[in-house]
């Protein structure tokens, strides 16, 4: 297996570096090429002298994710299918909001999770990300969107995969996005998102990282919730709240929970009043979005006056609350509605050259 110097902090570059019987500042300007300069190939590394560049390329390769296809909704969100060094393919989402630009990014080749409302589960799980691969989808975003004088604001972990599902890669990718010499993003501007995976929640709260936790919740009981996670099986509500209790008394953060509103299934106003009362232990902000269609599941989304309804009570309840608008979902771009391609042709030709070699970005989101 190649050394992958994309997942490498700069520390690990620096032993790299030693170990191959080279100064350890070397480490150092690799990292800053990566990460600021954005280089594609070694050829672009000029600091390094034309022997070191050749003798790199051989040992550690460079897999970096290349953009294979766009597609652009009229409300600006784009979807892009990125490829990855060994023709596996994900799909990465630019999203435009208010305040600027979020990235919505894969952490893994397919999902291993199985939700029965969401397209990304449904071939199943084929590998993880590595960290490089996922923060390298935040450094492309950032390429594309400097061509149009904007930057990315906000990170979500939300496109294919459960990030707690790849843990490694997942905190390994957050490193990267916040390292100052990486691309420099607070980490109160990056969100992972979950399934529930409890003992990963827990484990998550320890390290210190004080991320934004989106929680996967979609009805506030086991019977229903039950119905729509298989994982709820596995980590029922009672579990998954006392580990989201644990990450709100380390991190100060937030709990988010996503909530899709799927007709006549979880969109009763019992049921919103039986979620005010499951999540009034701790600071909670509450992201409502109607189900996004996927051809393989027999829902509709709730109609406009079942979320008006839900929302009412959640709002007289004064629990902070947002129904998320529809971005990208003519592009199936939408929440839930990513999904492993393959088979999409190779690189464009463009867009994969000026992903290579561009400023670098200012960080500290
Ligand atoms: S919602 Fe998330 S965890 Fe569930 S199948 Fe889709 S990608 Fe996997």
Not at 79 to 89: N, P, S
Not at 311 to 318: M, Q, S, T, Y
Request: proline share 7%; charged share 25%.
């Amino acid at each position: 297996m190649a050394v992958d110097v994309l997942s490498m902090e700069p520390a690990a570059l620096e032993r790299l570096m030693e170990e191959a019987d080279l100064p350890r500042y070397r480490g150092r300007q690799l990292f800053h090429a990566l990460w600021k300069t954005r280089i594609a190939s070694y050829d672009a590394l000029s600091v390094w002298p034309a022997a070191l560049r050749a003798r790199a390329a051989g040992e550690w390769p460079l897999m970096r994710v290349v953009p294979l296809e766009r597609q652009k909704a009229r409300d600006g969100t784009e979807k892009i299918v990125v490829g990855l060094f060994d023709g596996e393919q994900v799909e990465m989402v630019l999203l435009p909001h208010r305040f600027g630009w979020s990235v919505c990014v894969s952490t893994q080749v397919g999902c291993a999770i199985g939700c029965h409302f969401c397209a990304s589960g449904l071939l199943g799980k084929t590998r993880n990300l590595s960290a490089g691969e996922i923060a390298d989808q935040v450094a492309l975003a950032e390429v594309i969107l400097a061509e149009r004088g904007e930057r990315v604001r906000r990170v979500d972990l939300m496109g294919i995969g459960e990030p707690l599902d790849n843990y490694a890669g997942t905190v390994g990718g957050l490193h990267l996005m916040h390292d100052p010499n990486g691309l420099g993003l607070s980490y109160r501007h990056l969100t992972v998102s979950t399934s529930g995976l409890v003992p990963r929640i827990q484990k998550l709260a320890e390290e210190g990282m004080p991320v934004t936790l989106a929680v996967s919740l979609h009805a506030p009981n086991d019977d229903v919730r039950g119905e729509l996670m298989p994982i709820n099986r596995a980590y029922p509500i009672a579990r998954l709240m006392d580990a989201l209790a644990t990450y709100w008394e380390r991190t100060r953060r937030r709990i988010t929970y996503e909530y899709l509103l799927i007709d006549g299934v979880n969109d009763g106003v019992p049921l919103a009043r039986e979620l005010v009362r499951l999540i009034r232990r701790f600071p909670a902000h509450v992201n409502l979005i109607p189900w996004n269609p996927v051809p393989e599941f027999p829902y509709r989304p709730s109609p406009a006056a079942q979320v008006a309804a839900f929302r009412k009570v959640l709002d007289e309840a004064g629990v902070s609350c947002t129904v998320r608008r529809e971005l990208g979902q003519e592009i199936e771009a939408a929440c839930g509605q990513l999904r492993r391609s393959v088979g999409k042709g190779t690189p464009s030709p463009p867009l994969a050259e000026k992903a290579a070699g561009h400023p670098p970005s200012e960080g500290g989101a």
